[in-house]
């Protein structure tokens, strides 16, 4: 018993040295993002969206062993949170009811246990609270095609100081034998970056009824697909018909794309708003985990 007792001690002292590894090379990476806080100091809200995406894609990709990729994912977005809030201020503002939790979830999980969250009963609050910089980012629900109210339509226009979307949550889903619960949209003020496995957002603002057809015909020219859609139709006067576009790549919001797009779209168009778009999340493949032992088998044993 008492060798069992020396053996077990031994490996818990194993441990301790593995967690001060562990932390010093957290307090390691701290410094190094004080240098990038630095480069990116005249820059009014840091975070990076895409960036975060592709660290998330890298560890899922080189992760191997028995620990769970879900909860590694989850101690990452634990640190890149961390840092965002010592860069500046970092707040979230959610949509949801008094009493609903869901969407309150969502921005835990992806941006923390502590940072500092609002909550708010209409979409149009979130929005002004991102626009106006009261919030850095806010949480919204995922358009669906059978929704009452749509607040994406509050987000077509070319204002500078719009919100757009950076992010689909949950990013890191949850185990697959549940149930899938809500999903929500992140918007904030900065601009959509390629992460290598994208969605774009459009908002299509029109005189008349162009149809989903002519939009499809006209995506199709500069080489994107539509996977969803939806339609705001306002008959006051002057009438307005404004659609929603997500399509299945990244298009780049300054690009040649967006001008041929609205090119393709006819006469009848006022403008084709880039509302920004999101990395993919995390899927099944990205969190299936290698239970077998890396260790090689010495020789002869």
Not at 51 to 72: C, D, N, S, V, W
Request: with cysteine.
């Amino acid at each position: 018993m008492a060798n069992d007792q020396d053996k077990l001690q031994a490996l818990r002292q194993e441990i301790d040295i593995i967690d001060d590894s562990i932390h010093d090379l957290i307090m390691e990476r701290t410094r190094v993002v004080e240098r990038v806080r630095n480069a990116k100091r005249g820059d009014n809200i840091k975070i990076r969206p895409a960036r975060e995406a592709k660290i998330l894609y890298r560890l899922m990709e080189r992760h191997a062993g028995a620990f769970p990729k879900r909860e590694l994912g989850r101690i990452w977005r634990e640190l890149i949170v961390a840092t965002l809030r010592f860069e500046g201020p970092f707040s979230v503002a959610v949509s949801g009811s008094d009493d609903g939790s869901e969407y309150w979830d969502l921005a835990r999980s992806q941006y923390g246990s502590f940072t500092p969250m609002t909550r708010h009963v209409s979409a149009r609050s979130v929005v002004e609270a991102v626009r106006d910089q009261v919030a850095t980012v806010g949480i919204l629900p995922l358009p669906r095609p059978d929704d009452e109210e749509r607040w994406w339509p509050l987000m077509v226009s070319e204002a500078p100081d719009m919100p757009r979307i950076i992010a689909r949550l949950p990013f890191i889903p949850a185990d697959s034998k549940r149930n899938i619960g809500p999903e929500a949209l992140v918007i904030c003020s900065v601009r959509q970056e390629e992460s290598g496995r994208d969605h774009s957002f459009l908002g299509i603002n029109a005189e008349e009824d162009v149809g989903f057809g002519a939009i499809d015909k006209a995506l199709s020219q500069v080489g994107v697909s539509a996977v969803f859609n939806q339609l705001w139709h306002d008959p006051n006067p002057p009438a307005a018909w404004i659609y929603l576009v997500e399509v299945d790549d990244f298009l780049d919001s300054d690009g040649p794309g967006m001008r041929h797009l609205k090119d393709g779209l006819g006469p009848h168009i006022n403008s084709v708003v880039h509302l920004g778009g999101y990395a993919m999340p995390l899927n099944k493949a990205d969190l299936e985990t290698d239970t077998l032992s890396d260790s090689t088998p010495e020789q002869g044993s």
